[in-house]
Every structure is written in C-alpha cells, then in structure tokens.
C-alpha cells in the first residue's frame, strides 16, 4: 500500500497577521493555507495514492466554518479515498455535531474504543493524544496478523518536558511496526528510518521555517520519502549593520535576498550590530522594504551605540552623566532609551 502522511494541518487556523502589509495579501494567504489539505487530495488522486493518514490536529478549533467542513466532506467524497485519523491536541473537541466530516464513510477516525482499522494488508493502530497507552499499543500490534502495521500518534517523543511527551524515542522503536506516524511537531523528521514526524502542510507562523510538506509512505517497497508541498516558506535572514541609515539597510535587504524569492517566500529579517542613539523606529526602513516583500517581519536586535566617554565628556553636571555614572551595562536598551528622552530635552534647552 502507498499512503501519505500528514499531520498538523490546523484548518481553521489564521497565518501570523503580522507579517502582511495588507488585508489582501493576507487573506489570500489564509485561503493558502485552508487550501492546503484539499491540494493534497487532488495529488493523492493523480498520483493513485490508496489512503491518507491524518496524524492528529486535523483541525484548530471548535469555531472551523460550517462552510469549510462541507467543503471538506465534499472533496473526500469526489477523492473517494479513505482517510485516517486519530485526534491530537487542538481538536480533541471534534467529536461535537459541527463536525459531520468525521462520519463520512470514508473517513476513518481511531478512538480508544475503536484503535484499529484494517485496509487490505494493512492494518492501522491509533491513539488520540489524550489516550495514548504504550502497553495496548503493544497488545494490539502483537494481535494483529496482517501483513503491514502501521501506527498513529500525536505527541512529543523527544522532549519530555512538553506538555504532550508521549514515551521516548527508544521505547518506541521496540513497537513491531512497520511504520509509526506521528503527529504534533511542525518540523518534519525521520527519528529512526521507519517513525517520522510528517511536520504540517503550510507554515502558519514566522517560527516555522523551512520545507513543508508530507511523508509519502511505500509499505512493500519500505519507501518513506518527504515530499515538499508548501506553496512558500518561512525564512529567516540575519545581516550585519554598524550604524547604518535605513536607506543603506534597505538597499543591503535587497541585495541579499533576490527578488524571486523576496515575492514567494515569507520572511523575517533579522537586525544585528549597532544602531544610534536616535534611533528609536524602524517605520522608514519598513516604507522602502513593503513593496519588495511578500511579506515579512523585522526584528531588531542591534545594541544601541553608547559612546560613554563623549556623553560625559559633553553633558557634565547633567542628569545625563548622573545616569552613565550609575550605569551597571545590564540593560543597554533601556539606558538608550533614557538617554534619547534625556537628550531630546537637552537640545530644546
């Protein structure tokens, strides 16, 4: 059996609002996003995938349109492929009567009271976040004859200290599986050859860097292979500035980042260095770049440029020498500040 593997798709769910200019471009990247589920079942299609496997957070919220949801039932009928789901965090509320689509005949959802499903040779053994039970995961594999097991989970198996650590990496591999499907990072990673994080469809907020996609999933042949799928990405960019004016910022943007990628991809810029005193916005520096971006967010972590010496030297018998004077060097951004209110006071003396 071929299937894919997603997880993490949070329909429902808005992108990160501050990285548009405008409401247009946001709200064509929010249909993006709610696209992004029924694209993959148009290429599950194409490419005569049996199955797709839903490893939790299907959906975001309680409040996902009505509308969307026939939508959803609609594009599954016209697929008539069957779909497998467990439920993780954000959507252990999906058993309420908005949410018809999870008794679409051909949609399967693993519960603990149903956890398995058997599809031709396959059979799929899953557990909603809240149920998760290693001992019964192991009873159920070792009751199952079929020739393929392939398990469904949602949670953390590598950091216990996330509020949904499920059981570690090595306790998992001793599962006699022939793939485990796991949901709730939104990276995606192989954690051993045959147990895969598919990571979600689209990137929804500036933390989520890099490729998007599924996991394409070959039982007989032992093929699990990443297919990148996202229309954009989330990038991040760092660059250098000593003092530079917002011009010269701008035009170094520019430079470093070519404009294909400047008018597809969804990036925040990352400001390093040192910045003058009088400094305090960044508005003009965002002026040159919103034509130029997609969309982005700058943050700014350039130290503030203190000459110490001058300061005192021109500002002595000041409250403003009294402030450096007591200066610790803890906190460089707020004695910045101070120093700016300080100094605009001083000049209209």
Not at 94 to 119: C, I, W
Not at 184 to 212: C, M, R, W
Not at 230 to 249: G, P
Not at 262 to 268: G, P, S
Request: aromatic content about 8%.
């Amino acid at each position: 059996m071929r299937f894919i593997h997603t997880a993490d798709i949070h329909i429902g769910a808005s992108p990160s609002r501050r990285l548009f200019k405008t409401r247009d471009t946001y709200l064509k990247r929010l249909n993006e996003c709610e696209d992004a589920f029924f694209r993959v079942l148009e290429h599950a299609v194409t490419e005569h995938y049996e199955a797709i496997l839903v490893a939790g957070d299907w959906f975001d919220h309680p409040r996902v349109a009505r509308s969307t949801l026939k939508r959803l039932e609609d594009a599954i009928t016209q697929a008539n492929l069957p779909v497998v789901v467990i439920l993780g965090n954000h959507d252990a509320f999906a058993h309420e009567a908005r949410f018809a689509v999870l008794d679409h005949p051909l949609v399967h959802v693993l519960t603990k009271d149903n956890p398995t499903l058997t599809l031709g040779e396959v059979t799929f053994i899953g557990q909603a976040t809240h149920a998760f039970d290693l001992d019964q995961l192991h009873t159920h594999l070792e009751n199952t004859s079929s020739t393929y097991k392939v398990v469904l989970l949602h949670g953390d198996v590598q950091n216990n200290k996330d509020e949904h650590y499920l059981t570690s990496l090595t306790k998992l591999k001793k599962l006699s599986a022939d793939y485990v499907a796991l949901g709730h990072i939104h990276q995606h990673a192989f954690v051993a050859p045959n147990i895969a994080y598919s990571g979600n469809l689209e990137p929804h907020d500036p933390s989520e860097t890099g490729e998007k996609g599924f996991i394409s999933v070959d039982l007989a042949k032992k093929v699990f292979t990443f297919v990148p799928f996202s229309l954009r990405e989330v990038r991040h960019e760092t660059m250098d500035f000593q003092d530079e004016d917002h011009a010269q910022m701008a035009s170094a943007w520019l430079q470093h980042v070519v404009e294909a990628d400047r008018q597809r991809h969804l990036y925040r810029l990352i400001l390093t260095g040192t910045k003058g005193l009088e400094e305090t916005s960044l508005e003009r520096l965002e002026a040159r770049l919103d034509d130029a971006f997609y969309a982005y967010e700058l943050r700014d972590e350039r130290r503030p440029n203190i000459d110490h010496a001058a300061l005192l030297k021109n500002y002595q018998n000041t409250i403003i020498a009294t402030l450096l004077e007591a200066d610790d060097g803890d906190d460089d951004e707020a004695l910045a500040l101070a120093l700016e209110a300080l100094l605009e006071t001083e000049e209209t003396r």
